[in-house]
């Protein structure tokens, strides 16, 4: 087996990995223990709601706690659909359809042995919306809330039922409850209502508790095996995330046995990687890797011939080649295939020579280049390989005319300036961010980034972007209880989010991992929700 000198600089200063538990200790134990790398510096937050990103759901999210309204994420043959989680079922009332009733499932407990009821929802909401209740947790709150953006108010009907009642009509709503998580009241009471002593202990209804917690290194989940479904109940007694955020390290600690399973490969050693008899994954990913363009005045790209400049001065299919073939060439938000797609005029694809053209028309060439910049994040869950696409693009970029600076920092550094919006003092002079977008139902592709009453902070139009016949769309679709009227409208929405370049379309990923020879029965899922539970 040949090694590439990057892969051989990798190993070189290995060892061992900060987070990662010997083999021999493993066996010893008697326990069946999965080790993976994941790509993030440190460990999502544990408290109820995850912070770095939608990739993080997979790790501190759906292990330890589940959400009212869940997604299917047993099939990867098929995209999923909203299932029952916490809520057996939800319905917007005929007479009046901003209120939802939610029956809520019975004998259902906390790990710390409470009980899970309507009362527990009620307080879960308050420690999220409410900035005036006592268990309030500002962390949180930032990770939820813009992701609650129709929740008006809340109220408990009987022991297991609630209502949720929205801002306005809005048919889509049940798609946000995917996100919002439930922790256990009496645990946070048990532990001096200390959100902070909650983290190390926290307590949730899914099919794993955590175990053990080494901030930056690894989380030690094992198996709840009193959980409600048990078609989730794990297949292994302990899962150990390590922290792995460089590549290389990555991979090569699989190589070594010091893992089990990674996400996101180095490129370069996938040959390796296959050749030791690990095995690669991948699956159609409703997720997109773009960059969010500020529409605020002054900035470069109200102008729309720089923005369809930009789109057109790259070579994506040079872009997945770069990325090993895991990753499809976006031309829109979502998918062709996607019924949100619609028939757009202008077509996303490589023609540098119309790109010189358009900067020309807009006052700049190579010779008198526009100069900006931009946010990016240094890597990360949902990031792919995001400092050597940069690099790429902004080459492709410079040769018609466009030069643009990047400024990196770490990812959840990058949330916070995306939930912040362009218009934030802390972003003057930054003209687009390089957050990837998660696209698996239209509030998430669509509503939440071109709606006029989801600018940030509100919501996470970073851009600022305001369009009447947009809004009328997306207002139509979300008073619409049809779904084909729904995905007509939005198909409509998209056609003018491509028409008008709003993004910087690059690639869409295929959310890649890597296996390990003893790994078995993972089911990936085409979202960026996974289901640890399917492994053995």
Known sequence: MSFSRRALLGASGLAMLPGAVPAPALAQSGERVLRYGI??????????????????????????????????????????KLVPGLATSWEANPADRTKWTLKLRENVRFHDGSAFDADAVIWNVEKVMNNQAPHFDQRQAAQVRPRLPSLASWRKLDAMTVELTTKAVDSLFPYQLLWFLISSPAQYERLGRS?????????????????????RERAELVKNAAYWNPSRVPKVDRLVLVCAPDAVTRSNA????????????????????????????????????NYHLSLLEGSPWRDLRLRQAANLAINRDEIVTLLGGLAKPATGVVDPSSPWFGRPEFRVRFDPDAARRLVREAGFSPQNPLRTRFIIATGGSGQMLSMPMNEYIQQAWREVGISVEFQPVELEVLYTAWRNGAAHESLRGVTANNVA????????????FFHS???????????????????????????????AEQDRLMARVHERVVDQALLVFVVHDTNPHVLGRNVRGYVQAQHWFQDLTTLS
């Open 453 to 483: 009453n989801q600018i940030a902070p509100v919501g996470v139009n970073w851009s600022h972007y305001r369009d009447p016949e947009t809004d009328r769309l997306i207002d139509a679709a979300v008073q619409s209880f049809d779904s």
């Open 437 to 448: 977008y998660v696209t698996s139902d239209p509030l998430y592709a669509l509503v939440r």
């Open 39 to 80: 790509s993030m510096a440190d460990i999502p937050q544990t408290t109820g709601q995850p912070d770095r990103g939608a990739g993080a759901y997979q790790f501190t999210g759906h292990t330890i706690y589940d959400s009212l309204v869940a997604w299917e994420m047993d099939v990867a043959d098929r995209p999923g």
């Open 254 to 289: 699989l190589l070594t046995g010091q893992l089990d399973l990674i996400e996101t490969p180095a490129l370069d050693m996938v040959p390796q990687l296959r050749a030791a008899g690990n095995r690669v994954v991948e699956n159609v990913t409703p997720h997109v890797w």
């Open 195 to 215: 959100w902070e002593r909650f983290a190390a202990e926290p307590s949730g209804t899914g099919p794993f508790r955590l175990a053990r917690l080494v901030p």
